[in-house]
């Protein structure tokens, strides 16, 4: 079985290469590092960092050097993230894997962009009322198609294995902006339909499988302000697939083509470069449908899907890839995110426990979240569980 740890470059700069590197080799004990090259907008707290515990990530930031010459008379164009100075931490990344004989992953944020986004807001999503969500890309855009595809080729000049992309889809409502407020009880039903997209660009996509686009539009619009305009219709139940006889699911299908479609095409980009591509889908089977997440056509893709294993039992994390299974995702297809801290872990037994089930199963890679983010300790049980 193949392992990684997701880390942050900054963590490499902060730490350096024989601290960072040795540590997971010689305390986890895995075989590749997943790094950050375009990653969003968070605060986090890093018990083992040397220098602070408490650091701001840059919105919509990308941490390599982009060559000019690749986004010459591009729109949309990767922002190298400002802590990394002139160095290029995914360079310095390759030649110390390279060296050391791991594998380089480039975990890789694609349409949750918070500075992109504010840059350009006519490639964010649009709700029913035409306002913007200004945090994400909306992957029907053409110039957000051409930016995903100008990032793999970008990731191939540091000899990367895989691209974990992270964000290849849609995004609801609440996706997690910093001071984001809901004063009055919305309900699941009017947060889905805020959260659907409607730009230009979705609605010609609808249009063009026969869907009545406009007429889906004018019923959501009209659906939301019913519901905003009363607290007892707020949170009145109701089936989606059933809204404006169906045309309402109709359209959200339409919208899974799209990330289906975008998909496949960065898939085999990264293949002629040598690269694999792996679907990052943390929702998990039957909840990414808001989202343009179809897992039995991804899967007919030949894309590897990978998902969050977070559970405090063995059990549940065999659930979860029984779950993949039944939405046409064979566990040789996917891999598996763990946490090795307390909130998931009890200790080394318990995350041995877990990966056993993963090998039991034929999950042929786990990755372990996050580097900068766990105690050292994290990692010695890492690196205990996966010799066990």
């Known amino acids: ?37 375009v990653y969003h907008e968070a605060r986090d707290v890093f018990p083992h960092n040397p220098h602070r515990v408490i650091r701001y990530l840059e919105p919509g930031a990308a941490y390599f050097q982009p060559d000019p010459a690749r986004w010459a008379g591009r729109r949309l164009v990767p922002r190298a993230a400002a802590v990394i100075g002139a160095r290029d931490p995914f360079a310095e990344a390759s030649e110390e894997t390279r060296r050391r004989g791991l594998k380089l992953h480039a975990w890789t944020v694609f349409c949750h962009n918070d500075r992109l986004g504010f840059q350009h807001p006519d490639c964010s999503p649009a ?60 309900g699941p039903v009017t947060e889905a339909l805020l959260g659907i997209c409607f730009c230009p660009h979705c609605l010609a996509t609808a249009d063009a499988l026969g869907v009545p686009a406009a007429e889906v539009r004018r019923f ?8 905003l305009a009363d607290d ?14 169906g045309a309402l699911a109709a359209y959200v299908d339409a919208g899974t083509t799209t990330v289906t479609s975008l998909t496949a ?10 690269m694999r591509l792996t679907f990052m889908d943390g929702s998990g089977p039957g909840a990414g449908w808001l989202s343009g997440i179809d897992l039995p056509a991804l899967a007919a893709t030949g894309v590897q899907i990978e998902t969050l294993g977070y559970a405090k039992t063995p059990e549940a994390v065999r659930e979860k890839v029984a779950a993949f299974a039944l939405h046409g995702v064979r566990p040789a297809n996917l891999a598996v995110i763990l946490r ?13 426990a877990k990966i056993a089930v993963l090998r039991e199963l034929g999950v042929p890679e786990v990755e372990f979240y996050n580097y900068g983010l766990m105690r050292l300790s994290s990692m010695d049980r890492i690196g205990a569980a996966l010799r066990g």
């Open 340 to 352: 090795p801290m307390a909130q998931d872990c009890d200790g080394p037994a318990n995350l041995a």
């Open 220 to 227: 959501v619009a009209a659906e939301i302000r019913r519901r």
């Open 127 to 186: 709700n029913a009322f035409g306002d913007r969500h200004l945090t994400e890309l909306c992957p029907a855009n053409p110039e957000v198609r051409a930016y995903a595809g100008t990032l793999v080729d970008e990731l191939a000049r540091y000899g990367v294995d895989a691209i974990r992309a992270e964000s290849l889809h849609f995004h609801g409502l609440r996706h997690g902006y910093h001071h984001e407020r809901y004063f009055e009880k919305l």
């Open 1 to 37: 079985m193949q392992s990684s740890v997701l880390a942050f470059a900054t963590d490499l700069i902060d730490e350096g290469a024989d601290g960072f590197f040795g540590n997971l080799t010689d305390r986890a004990g895995v075989g590749a590092v997943t790094l950050a090259s």
């Open 232 to 245: 007892q219709a707020a949170t009145e139940p109701a089936a989606l697939d059933q809204l404006a006889n």
């Open 265 to 274: 095409e960065l898939a085999e980009r990264a293949r002629r470069h040598g």
